[in-house]
């Protein structure tokens, strides 16, 4: 079934939507969910709070790609319950990684302090990926937005891993220089 249908399914309320779209992308959004939290059952319940989320969602909004809709829900909520999971234990894994990654572009906690910051953030970090050529900005959506292992992307991109952590490493130099270029971070 395509997307225009599922949609309108949503639209129409109609009930079938939540099983199409879990059919259609379950096991996509399950793998994002299983890269950020590593845990199949954590996973599986971000996943059906995707999809009622979703159904709370549309209407009114009538996503342009319902496959990166869904996966930014569940990214999301995969994230807060990752969050909720550790705040009490700070354990290692892959989101720890990945921010500490990234911490090195941005300059601390307090830069991004209203909402309209953090939203020109968001969008000025989509223009630079959206800038990289096709291969660099995949790795690093991999690797920042669904926070794949260094070694599944090594492997997805037929790259060794010291390429991978190499390519990474300039991306987020160049992310940096990106950023202060636009005044949202100092030197």
């Not at 199949?40 to 549309?58: G, K, R, T």
Request: aromatic content about 10%; proline content about 3%; overall charge neutral.
């Amino acid at each position: 079934m395509n997307d225009e249908k599922i949609i309108a399914m949503f639209w129409a309320r109609d009930a079938d939507a939540i099983t199409a779209a879990n059919q259609k992308y379950g096991g996509y959004c399950l793998s994002v969910a299983n890269n950020i939290l590593r845990c199949q059952e954590d996973a599986e319940e971000c996943v059906n709070d995707a999809l009622l989320s979703a159904w709370n969602a549309i209407p009114p909004q009538r996503p342009a790609n319902l496959q990166m809709f869904l996966a930014k829900i569940t990214r999301n909520l995969s994230f807060d319950r990752f969050k909720a999971r550790t705040a009490q234990k700070r354990g290692g894994g892959e989101i720890d990684l990945v921010l500490d990654e990234l911490a090195e572009c941005l300059a601390g906690e307090a830069d991004v302090a209203s909402e309209y910051e953090y939203r020109e953030l968001g969008r000025c970090i989509r223009r630079f990926v959206d800038s990289l050529p096709a291969r660099d900005s995949r790795v690093f959506l991999r690797r920042y937005f669904f926070n794949d292992p260094v070694a599944e992307i090594s492997a997805r991109f037929g790259l060794t891993e010291n390429h991978v952590m190499v390519l990474l490493s300039r991306t987020r130099k160049k992310l940096r220089l990106y950023l202060q270029k636009e005044g949202l971070i100092d030197e």
